[in-house]
DNA sequence: TCCTTGTTCAACCAATTGGTTGAGCATGAC
DNA sequence: GTCATGCTCAACCAATTGGTTGAACAAGGA
């Protein structure tokens, strides 16, 4: 899968509040989809969608066992979220970074001029 | 806004590509919402309106300079998204080694089992 | 073979989304 | 005040989404 098209699938699958508590969930282990849907009010069909854009993203994959369908996470699509965020948050950071250092600038430029000012009028 | 409101809307703000790009830019610095609309093939009104969308989820702010609104990165956010990441990835990873060393045990015990009876065998 | 269990598929519905166009508003320039 | 610029608001449309129910499928147990 392309990788932008991939990141559209990552970011929408998590968007949802019950995909989110569903690969909560499967982090702390492999269920199947009768287990994972027990807790909601909602239908089994709706977990099992849900289940089915958690794949679609390549979060989950799902394998047999008997009539069973154990869903297990896979953590690893998770290197592409944070991947994508930590760079630009790195660039936003670095270029606060260069604004503090200007204004850290003016601000001495700023004093010197005060303190040359003050040392000509003590000169005076 | 609740922490679990403001992930949805996070992620769903970045799960459209339009709306990642505007934010890859807007690391590079602040921008008006003509220049951020320049490079697209679509409306200024639906620029405006992605804008909309990443202002509501905290990733964006927007302030007025005469009749321009330049709008601003807010970076900060993108800790809520990581932090809800790496917990689950740290737990799921955690996971994968307790199962590692269980087997690498079980190996061990075959190996012993084996060198027992092979032992056994070379007793007997 | 038929039944039960676990799950998916199909059709449908209401709500949301991403786009459009046209009108309207805020602000500085004349 | 009038005008131009930069942007938002409102109404609309097609496509997608999250939910429903009912039917169908896969696989082990009686």
Chains 1, 2 share one sequence.
Do not use: C
């Not at 989110?20 to 492999?30: I, P, Q, S, T």
């Not at 069909?45 to 958690?54: C, G, P, R």
């Not at 989950?60 to 994508?84: G, I, N």
Request: proline share 3%; aromatic share 4%; net charge negative.
């Amino acid at each position: 899968m392309a990788e932008p098209e991939q990141l559209n699938r990552v970011f929408a699958a998590l968007a949802d509040p019950t995909r989110r508590d569903l690969v909560a969930r499967l982090a702390a282990g492999d269920a199947t989809v009768g287990e994972l849907a027990a807790p909601y009010a909602v239908s089994l069909q709706a977990v099992s969608k849900h289940l089915k854009v958690l794949e679609d993203a390549g979060l989950v994959s799902r394998s047999r066992d008997a009539q069973r369908r154990p869903v297990h996470l896979e953590a690893e699509v998770f290197d592409l979220m944070t991947k994508w965020i930590e760079r630009y948050r790195r660039q936003a950071e670095e270029r606060y970074q260069r604004l503090d250092a200007v204004l850290a600038d003016l601000h001495n430029d700023d004093r010197g001029a005060d303190r040359a000012a003050t040392d000509e009028g003590e000169a005076s």
